[in-house]
C-alpha cells in the first residue's frame, strides 16, 4: 500500500479516554486505488510492551502478500494494544504502550495507526470483541470504502495479523472460547506470520476446518524477536519515552508482578 495524503491524526490515540474517544481513520484509505478488489483491514491484537521492529514489520509482510498472492487490497492496518485489565507479567501501563505504538507508527510508517479502543476499556476485551469493533467502525459508522471508480461502496473485509505463536494458542484447548475462534476465523479470517521457536503445523492443528481463511506467511529470513526479550527498539522516540518514564526498569517490573493475577 502506498501513502494515503491524509495528514496527522486529528486526535492522538494516547490522548484519548473513553468519554473523547474517535476512531482513527486519518491514514484509512477511503477510496481504493485497484479496482476488482475487496478492501482489506489489518488488525494486529497484541501486549506491544514495548512494541519492536518485528511487529511493523508483520504489517508489510502481510501488505506485500495481500498484493501479490490475494485479491484484497490493504486499505488500512491497525495495532490495538491490550488494555491493563490483561495483567500480562512485565507490561507496561496500557497509555503508555499505546503512546510507543503512536511514535513507532508515526515515525517508521505511512499507513499504519493505533486505535486506543481496547486499550481504554476498563475490563478485558477478547479478540472476536475487539474485530467486531473494526468492523462496526468501518463498515457501520464509516460506510466501508469506496470503489476505486468511485460507484459503488464496498464492506472492507476486517482480518487478523498475528504471529505464528499467537494461532498456535487458538490450537490449545482452553485458551480460546470455541465460538469466538468460530467467530474471528470462520467470519473475518487470519494472517499469520511465521514465528521461530514455533512450528506451523502443530500451531494450525486443530484449526484445520477455517484453512482456507488462515494466510501463512513465511519468513525468508527468520528474526525472533520479541518483546519479553525487548532485544530490539524501535527508533530514538521510542528508546526516549522508554528512559523518560523509566519503563522495563527492575522496580517497573516488580511493580507489575505485584499486580499480576496469573
Ligand atoms: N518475531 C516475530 N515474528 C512473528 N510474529 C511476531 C514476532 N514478534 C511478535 N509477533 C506477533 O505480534 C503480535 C503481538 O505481539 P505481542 O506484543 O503480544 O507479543 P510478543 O512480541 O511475542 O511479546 P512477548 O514476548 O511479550 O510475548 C502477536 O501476534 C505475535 O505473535
Ligand atoms: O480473545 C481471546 O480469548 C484471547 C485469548 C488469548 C489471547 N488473546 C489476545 O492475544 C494477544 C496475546 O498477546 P500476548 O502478548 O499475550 O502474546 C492479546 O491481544 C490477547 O488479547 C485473546
Redesign the pocket.
Known amino acids: 500500500m502506498t501513502d494515503n495524503a491524509a495528514g496527522p491524526a486529528p486526535q492522538a490515540a494516547s490522548a484519548m479516554t473513553l468519554d473523547n474517544y474517535r476512531f482513527p481513520a486519518h491514514r484509512l484509505l477511503r477510496q481504493q486505488r485497484t479496482p476488482d478488489r475487496t478492501p482489506l483491514v489489518l488488525v ?6 514495548p ?2 521492529y ?2 511493523l ?2 504489517f508489510e509482510m502481510a501488505n506485500d502478500y495481500a498484493r501479490i498472492n490475494t485479491q484484497y487490497e490493504v486499505v488500512g492496518g491497525y495495532l490495538s494494544p ?1 488494555s491493563d485489565a490483561y495483567k ?1 507479567a ?2 507496561a501501563e496500557a497509555h503508555h504502550r499505546v503512546r510507543m505504538c503512536e511514535l513507532a507508527a508515526e515515525e517508521t510508517s505511512s499507513w499504519l495507526m493505533v486505535d486506543p479502543w481496547e486499550a481504554i476499556q476498563p475490563e478485558y476485551t477478547p479478540t472476536a470483541k475487539v474485530l467486531d469493533h473494526f468492523e462496526y467502525e468501518i463498515n457501520h459508522n464509516l460506510g466501508g470504502i469506496l470503489s476505486e471508480d468511485g460507484e459503488t461502496r464496498k464492506p472492507a473485509r476486517i482480518m487478523l ?7 498456535g494458542t487458538m490450537s490449545t484447548p482452553g485458551v480460546w472460547a470455541e465460538k469466538d475462534l468460530a467467530h474471528i476465523l470462520g467470519n473475518y479470517g487470519a494472517m499469520i ?4 521457536g514455533t512450528d506451523i503445523d502443530e500451531a494450525l492443528g486443530n484449526l484445520k476446518q477455517w484453512e482456507d481463511n488462515i494466510h501463512v506467511l513465511t ?1 525468508m529470513i527468520q ?7 525487548i532485544r530490539l527498539f524501535l527508533k530514538r522516540d521510542v528508546i526516549q519515552y522508554i528512559d523518560q518514564h523509566k519503563l522495563y526498569t527492575d522496580s517497573d517490573e516488580a511493580k507489575s508482578k505485584g499486580k499480576e493475577k496469573q
Open positions: 494486529a491484537c497484541g501486549s506491544f510492551s512494541i519492536t518485528l511487529h514489520r508483520m491490550v500480562k512485565g507490561l495479523l498475528a504471529g505464528a505463536d499467537l494461532i506470520v511465521e514465528r521461530s519468513q528474526n525472533n524477536v520479541s518483546s519479553t526479550k
